[in-house]
């Protein structure tokens, strides 16, 4: 009973870090993945303006922009 204490505290010890390490990279990529995101979208002022420009433009043949927001959505 003694040797299985002694063989698995040194591979619970590793197996420990081990998680510690994937957890730091884990909040680090999903840092640097809101960051990205943050500077990568439109303002609302741009997508309002966007949305008004495709309504206004009578060649425009996408029905979905006048769905948006709706039930259709889902």
Do not use: C
Not at 26 to 53: D, V
Request: aromatic share 6%; glycine share 4%; proline share 5%.
């Amino acid at each position: 009973m003694v040797a299985e204490t002694g063989e698995t505290i040194p591979m619970l010890l590793h197996t420990a870090k081990a998680l510690q390490k994937a957890r730091k990279l884990q909040q680090q990529a999903m840092l640097m993945w809101a960051l990205e995101g943050r500077t990568s979208r439109p303002s609302p002022e741009q997508t309002h303006y966007r949305f008004e420009e495709q309504l206004a433009d009578p060649k425009n043949r996408d029905w979905r922009v006048l769905y948006r927001g709706s039930v259709l959505d889902d």
